[in-house]
């Protein structure tokens, strides 16, 4: 049952203070990147703070902060708990 | 192995793992900067006398997240690495893992250890470990990683410097457990596949040991950094502080640093003087006066500003605030091409170019690079101010705008926006030109906000200072003497000209300053301007000194020389009217915001793009546009 109230969406629409785990991370040439900074499945990833005008976003992975662009968060998808 | 010489050491790390600071703490002063050839990153190599027998050369690596590089700098690190025959392949390898985040960090400790190099797994950020309620269990780790010896160390004050000692002295040079050789490395690099399998590998049995090894007493969720952020990033308040910063450094440029500026001005022009009275004349005294010391005095005049410069940059850096700079700017410089880490060099560029670009090594894809470079030279830079007041002075009459703005001042400003909105303009042409597989992302890390170290930033000012004058000071020393020699030598004139001002006509540089008259005349300009013009290569601020030279003026100051009189009266030889008209000063003014004349900056782009194909092209771009948009001003106005 548990599986049908999660939800996967991709990293930028979270909202701030919002917590997902890592599902995927779509294919690009970043993801080697994003993958050794510990974006990987499983990984809990919260939105600390929002650039203004779609600017980056911090993500909180594990104990540190990463700043991500907009269009980058849209390659890693989460999983949310409603 | 080694027969000769110390063993070396190297330090590996993520970035903001203390590796630096741990370099200090083990070398001292005791280091020298030097560069990679082919690569732009600085070369750190100092000593450290672990004990009283044993010595050994300490290699400061770039801080790299794997050894699959993303830059060309990183790749140093794997190029190291890789090659046992390299003169920088280690004997022993400290890699520093930060303990707040092990198991990104160990990533790239089992790596270097899988290379079968003979390692050390230091951990540091001690003191942020045990506030967050992080405890690490070294048995644990040393265990599963065959026996590494795990040391836990506080780089900032040197807390756990003896157990590195004790570790360093008493570790076994036999080469580790092989299991991946670098053949194979070489391989995985650059095959997306393959490092991701890799990366992946390593995590799963990274997480194993981590969950072992590491307890968290969950206490502080909501960590320090966090509660900093929300001011320092918020939309309103976070830019009030950034631009509040950028008005400091300024006030420090341009107020702060003309005192010790025009004192070192005046120093030097007093020995220039003194010399010339005592020596006895001939070609090697006055090479000496009037091209070796003014030369000299040209390069370290610009360090009080490069000082006060790097010491706000360095505290920034230290102090984290710096990567949230990049956070908040990203957004605007995208659509100009640039990136949030192009801020800090087209910064400082405002003070010289040459640490600008140098400064453009933090970016990482190299499209944003080139860009940055290509534009940095735009922003006016320190040498461009006396230019500046000497042609404002002389044709920009002084009145008031709207009551309260001085016209002059106005001009000023003008030409700071003139080039730094040419900056982004150019900018955002040459992102449509250049054409790339890179896509531009990207990933940076926000790190805990620390107290800089004040011995830290001291010694991050005195390297940068160092390496500007190593960099840009033999080029302009060179220059001056090439320069001096044109003007003091002529075609029809065995030996030296006597008495420069009036036979400078005679010289080889009053012929090439007359050869490319025709050429300038366009914009308004005559022969004598043209030689300033030549001369400005050596840095642009001698454009002053070649006028009070060409009209033989002589005094420190400006206003005091007589100059500016003399230069009022100038008329064209042919047509008897004045030279320095409201339209060819401001053509010559428009010139100088636009034109690259400055070998220095040339030379460092030559190094920092690895060949004379973007300098050329960039002098000849901005050469273009400086003779186009002062050809413009000039119709307009005359």
């Known amino acids: 049952m548990q599986t049908l109230m999660q939800k996967r969406i991709p990293l930028n629409s979270l909202e701030n203070g919002q917590r997902g785990l890592v599902f995927d991370i779509h294919e690009c040439t970043f993801r080697p990147r994003l993958i050794e900074m510990g974006i990987i499945k499983g990984t809990e990833l919260t939105v600390l703070h929002r650039g203004i005008l779609n600017g980056p976003l911090a993500i909180k992975v594990g104990t ?6 907009l269009d980058e968060c849209n390659y890693i998808i989460v999983e949310i708990s409603e | 192995m080694k027969v000769d010489g ?95 985040n092990l198991e990104r960090n160990l990533l790239l400790f089992t790596q270097v250890k899988d290379l079968g190099i003979p390692t050390i797994l230091l951990l540091t950020m001690e003191d942020v470990a045990k506030r967050s309620g992080i405890q690490v269990d070294k048995a644990i780790l040393s265990n599963h990683y065959l026996g590494t010896p795990v040391v836990m160390m506080n780089t900032r004050n040197g807390n756990g410097l003896r157990e590195l000692r004790d570790a360093v002295v008493t570790h076994s040079l036999s080469v580790g457990d092989i299991s991946l050789t670098a053949a194979a490395y070489s391989e995985m690099l650059g095959n997306q596949v393959l490092e991701e399998a890799d990366i992946h590998r390593r995590y799963s049995g990274i997480k194993e040991v981590v969950s072992r090894a590491v307890s968290i007493s969950e206490k502080d969720q909501a960590t320090r950094s966090y509660r900093i952020d929300r001011w320092l990033l918020h939309p309103i308040i976070g830019y009030v502080v950034f631009f509040a910063l950028l008005l400091l450094i300024f006030e420090g440029i341009f107020t702060f640093a003309a005192y010790p500026m025009d004192w070192m001005d005046s120093v030097f022009g007093g020995i ?14 006055d090479l000496l006066t009037s091209g070796i010391i003014p030369g000299v005095g040209g390069v370290l005049i610009f360090v009080p500003q490069l000082a006060i410069l790097f010491f706000v940059l360095s505290i920034l850096e230290e102090s984290g605030y710096m990567a949230r700079v990049v956070f908040m700017n990203d957004r605007f410089m995208r659509p100009f091409g ?25 970016i990482s894809t190299r499209k944003d690079r080139l860009i940055t470079i290509f534009v940095a030279p735009l922003m006016s830079c320190s040498a461009r101010i006396p230019v500046y007041t000497l042609l404002i002075a002389l044709v920009i009459p002084e009145f008031r705008v709207a009551g309260i703005l001085d016209s002059r001042t106005l001009v000023m400003f003008g030409l700071y926006m003139l080039g730094f909105m040419s900056a982004l303009c150019i900018a955002a042409i040459t992102k449509y030109i250049l054409k790339t597989q890179e896509t531009s992302f990207l990933i940076l890390e926000l790190p805990e906000y620390r107290m800089p170290r004040w011995r830290a930033v001291l010694v991050t000012v005195y390297q940068k200072i160092w390496v500007f004058c190593r960099d840009a000071g033999k080029i302009i020393v060179f220059i001056s003497i090439i320069l001096w020699c044109l003007s003091s030598y002529g075609p029809k004139s065995e030996s030296i000209l006597p008495e420069r001002s009036e036979n ?31 001369t400005s290569f050596a840095a642009r601020e001698v454009f002053v000194g070649s006028m009070a030279t060409i009209y033989g003026s002589s005094g420190d100051k400006i206003e005091e020389s007589g100059l500016l009189e003399l230069m009022r009266n100038e008329v064209f030889a042919d047509t008897g009217l004045p030279v320095y008209t409201l339209a060819s000063g401001l053509s010559l003014l428009v010139f100088y915001v636009y034109a690259m004349q400055c070998m220095a900056t040339m030379a460092v782009v030559q190094r920092e793009t690895g060949g004379w194909r973007w300098p050329v092209i960039q002098m000849l771009t901005l050469g273009a546009l400086a003779y186009l948009c002062a050809f413009l001003v000039y119709l307009i106005f005359s």
């Open chain 2, 272 to 285: 220039s003087r003194y010399l010339y009275d005592v020596l006895p004349r001939g070609p090697l005294s």
């Open chain 1, 64 to 69: 540190h902060t990463l700043a991500l662009r």
């Open chain 2, 338 to 362: 640039l990136n949030g880490r192009s801020v800090v060099p087209l910064l400082s560029s405002v003070a010289c170019a040459v640490p600008g670009i140098i400064s453009s090594r933090a």
């Open chain 2, 504 to 534: 400078l006509h005679e010289s080889y540089m009053g012929h090439l300053g007359s050869l490319i008259e025709p050429v300038i005349r366009p914009l308004g300009y005559d022969w004598k301007i043209g030689i300033a013009l030549l």
């Open chain 2, 6 to 100: 110390n063993m070396r050491i190297a330090l590996i790390g993520n970035p903001n793992t203390g590796k630096s600071s741990l370099f200090n703490v083990l070398t001292g002063l005791n280091q020298q900067v030097g560069n990679y050839p082919g690569v732009t990153m600085d070369r750190k190599v100092g000593s450290c006398q672990w004990s009283d027998t044993f010595r050994s050369d300490i290699i400061d690596l770039p801080g790299v997240y794997s050894l699959f590089p993303r830059t060309q700098d990183e790749r140093v690190v794997s190029d190291i690495l890789f090659d046992r025959d390299h003169k920088d392949y280690p004997e022993l390898a400290i890699v520093l893992a930060d303990a707040t």
